[in-house]
């Protein structure tokens, strides 16, 4: 593929897209070769529509050269004449599952960038051999047609869109990309490092291999998105989500959709009430739906929630306690977000204050499922319980106002979007 097929292939998925004229675009950027390519792309696209872009430059913080190479990213990009934002994973690293742990602390990097710096659109630049690989290491998990879709191109969030228009392009095209403009980027050690799933495989695969797997991901795309369809009408019809963040469904309209909707479903809930990017691994979410359907059943947790059956023949499903954020300090602060939820103060807050879940709190009699009170967000000083805005209760004159506002929405549309080619 040449320079200029490959600006005409990002051009397309721009437009498909639907991107208006101007407006402010966000691209991560780790400082590969991929997302070097995209922050070029997306400077002339940017230029030509009259609009506005920054390069989000995350430090994992993970390998020795990580932050040399973040301000090195930093310095050629400014040198381009593109702003740059760095984001810092802060704070103690897991032992284990570390892979998944960076992707969610860059979603939510990324993320909580995103609104601050008002861009309703992240670009991100996974290719064609991404796409491939992600078919790869899905179909030897066992995935079902909704992990064998790979990723969308196309994927909704609280702060608007994450859109990959790179995902039909090869790497080395994107590398012929940078030689072209004479623009440099960092190499990452543990793309090629057998400690993980990706480096292993990049180790063995062959073109051919990586060609097919991309081609399975359209043909169970399009199972996916059928797939979607149906659990969008179920989510619609016979879902209530709750403001407080927990959600109740119709227990027998659950038990007539065929598995792999009811799967979806589930993956969907979970994900949404946990506030998480992605939904538990397929088998997790298979030893739970056989649980649902099996005669008594009374509860079960996964993925950072609980589930259980509750009154008028309907599931509940809510957070669980011990996954949620860490108590936090208020500070001086009159809007924040905590968990899912954003509050906004009408007072200059101490600095003993600090936002936690209720836990024992006592509660009284309230309209809704009891066993959610637990894990409301409310406001703590020296004294106590301060202000619990779910329940009404407030040991002040003042008063704050809390918004459910979760980073991913439910699937009320089919939401799987082809690559553009």
Partial sequence: MSVEQTQAVFQRAMTAFGLPDG????????????????????????????????????????????????????????????????????????AHGIEQAARDARYYLLAEACLAEKCSVLLLGHHRQDQAETFLIRQAHGSGPIGLAGMSAVRRTDFGRILRPLLSIPPADLRAYNHFYEMQWVEDETNLSSDFDRGRLRQALMAEQIEEAFQQTLVYGQKRRQIEKEAALFIQSETNVSDRGYLLFSKQAFYSLSEETALFCLGDFLRFTANRPYAPRSESLKKLYEKIMSEGFSGATLGGCRIAACAKNRLLIWRELSDLPAPEQVGGRTMFRWDRFTFELDFNPNQLLSVAPLKNAAAGKRPFPKRTFCVLPALFDNEGLFIAPHLGYK???????????????????????????
Avoid at 61 to 68: E, M, T, V
Avoid at 71 to 76: A, D, P
Avoid at 411 to 416: E, N, S
Wanted: aromatic share 4%.
């Fill in 23 to 94: 407006g402010r675009i966000a691209v991560a950027v780790s400082g590969g070769a991929d997302s070097t390519a995209l922050c070029l792309l997306t400077q002339q696209f940017v230029a030509e529509q009259n609009g506005e872009m920054i390069a989000l430059i995350v430090d994992h913080g993970l390998r020795p050269s990580s932050a040399q190479q973040a301000r090195l990213t930093m310095e050629r990009l400014t040198g381009r004449g593109i702003h740059c934002r760095l984001l810092k994973w802060e704070g103690k690293k897991p």
């Fill in 395 to 421: 040991r002040t004159q003042a008063s704050c106002q809390v918004r459910f506002t979760p980073a991913c929405a439910l699937c009320t549309a089919v939401q799987w979007t082809a690559p553009v080619i």
